[in-house]
């Protein structure tokens, strides 16, 4: 049987723009091997309209990974092509799987104007038009000098796009253009009446071209980087269907079984049922609504009622197709899970039965202004890869401290008893179905150890905001 798997978010939105990610990503693939990752998140390695200052959500070519002198430079923020598909080597010589962050929902940064007929929308309700049609200059027109057509001659123009929210002639920024005779696509999100358009210019996925297009890319990167699956960005603005399509196409040629998961931004984990039942469970979703929940917990001052942890979410609710996180790149810069309950919230992912957990990468390593938790990480990582198997026996019965038991199985044979609290310390009395035997903390932060009774019960402690795995010895 397999060991758990383990999801790392291989970057972070402030990562310095010296374009060193790749390279260091390669040196330290293997010891993040060691310590329990499965899997790397990696950043939208395309080129983007800032060029190496881009997070690489500013998509400009889905061709360019670093190789052509466009958008001021060859690289990109992280590296260039080379050091990229080194990087993706080093990862799978470890052993580690590799996901990329893919960007289909907009292009930006064109190469030059349109001038084409638009009819601007309500920003609260697109469905509402809010004047008569009227000549706008667009940036619609990609034909990507710098590549010159290398792995692809497609020319993309406006009829490849629904909407826009600048016009050159005025230069009206924020007012949404929906493009001449265009429609938004659908099924989206219906938040604003029809969330299709986000940013910059909007792929039409009716296009039957640009769907085209866009299977040719998926095949060209899964062969060309050898990836083993995708985080799709913006997956609400985008129509449902396409993913399904374009799932089924790259994995059939691919002939492999590549994982996916959807950046669905919502709490609703109605919205987010329906979103996998349209897309007919071909890809994972982020549970935002946890992360939600962990956040409140941090900033409850010890007054969140813990028995309510796993409200609404995801992974209650569909544990096989929830993706785990405490933070990412957008949540730590306003919404961030405070430090102290950082070893709580990586506990109640990684230690648990449901879900795919995504550790993230300052979280690890720390970075400008962020704390590290790695040394706590690296207990929890060890005891999810080494423990964490089997039945679950939940304890979430009291407001602030709350336990859950995993009972192993053949190939892990030792129970843990997790019990954790956001306010006093405490104990916990849960079922790990093992009579006297020994349990220590792996976290360190209780010292000695708790002998089971007769029963196969114990009373497993935590201080007070603070989390103990005990493992049987
Ligand atoms: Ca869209």
Redesign the pocket.
């Known amino acids: 049987m397999a060991n758990n798997a383990t999801l790392m978010q291989y970057f972070y939105w402030d990562y310095p723009a010296d374009g060193m990610l790749w390279n260091e990503l390669a040196h330290n693939a293997g010891d993040l091997a060691a310590a329990g990752i499965t899997a790397l998140w990696l950043p939208p390695p395309c080129k983007a309209e800032r060029g190496i200052q881009d997070v690489g959500y500013g998509i400009y070519d889905l061709f360019d990974l670093g190789e052509f002198d466009q958008k001021g430079a060859v690289r990109t923020k992280y590296g260039t092509r080379q050091e990229l598909e080194a990087a993706v080597q080093a990862a799978h010589t470890a052993g580690l799987q590799v996901y990329l962050d893919v960007v289909v929902?907009?292009k930006a940064g064109a190469d030059r104007t349109e001038v084409v007929m638009g009819t601007p929308v309500s920003h609260d309700n697109r469905n509402i038009e809010i004047g008569p049609p009227r000549e706008i200059e667009v940036w619609t027109y990609f034909n990507f000098p710098g590549r010159a057509g290398t792995y692809s001659d497609f020319v993309w123009n406006w009829q490849h796009f629904?909407a826009v929210d600048y016009d050159q002639r005025t230069g009206s920024v924020g007012t949404i253009y929906k493009l001449r005779d265009k429609q938004f696509?659908t099924p989206?999100d219906p938040e604003r009446g029809n969330f299709?358009?986000?940013l910059f210019a909007?792929?039409d996925m009716g296009s039957d071209e640009v769907r085209a297009e866009l299977n040719r890319w998926g095949d060209w990167i899964v062969q060309t980087l050898g990836i083993d699956g995708f985080r799709f960005d913006a997956a609400k603005?985008?129509r449902f269907f396409f993913f399904n399509e374009w799932l089924d196409h790259v994995r059939a040629t691919a002939g492999r079984d590549l994982f996916a998961v959807g950046e669905y931004w919502t709490p609703d984990a109605g919205t987010l049922g329906w979103f996998i039942e349209q897309t007919g469970r071909r890809m994972s979703v982020f549970d935002f609504r946890l992360h939600f929940n962990l956040r409140d917990a941090s900033h409850g001052g010890g007054s969140f009622d813990m028995t309510r942890i796993f409200d609404g979410t995801q992974v209650r609710q569909d544990p096989a197709l929830a993706v785990t996180f405490v933070d990412n790149h957008d949540s730590y810069r306003e919404d961030a899970v405070a430090d102290w309950f950082k070893p709580l919230a990586y506990a109640l992912i990684l230690l648990r039965e449901g879900g795919q957990p995504c550790v993230f990468y300052p979280d690890y390593y720390g970075a400008p202004g962020r704390t590290s938790h790695r040394q706590i990480l690296d207990r929890l990582l060890q005891v999810r890869r080494d423990h964490a198997y089997g039945q679950q026996n939940d304890y979430f019965d009291h407001p602030d401290v709350v336990g859950w038991t995993r009972l192993g199985d053949a190939d892990h044979p030792r129970a843990i008893a997790v019990a954790l609290s956001d306010g006093p310390g405490g104990a916990k009395r849960m079922n790990v179905n093992r009579p006297n035997r020994n349990f220590a903390d792996a976290t360190g932060n209780i010292g000695g150890v708790i002998i089971t009774g007769n029963d196969g019960w114990g009373d497993f402690r935590c201080n007070g905001g603070s989390v103990s795995v005990w493992v049987e010895q």
């Open positions: 929902n907009h629904d696509d989206v299709d358009y986000l909007d792929l603005h985008i």
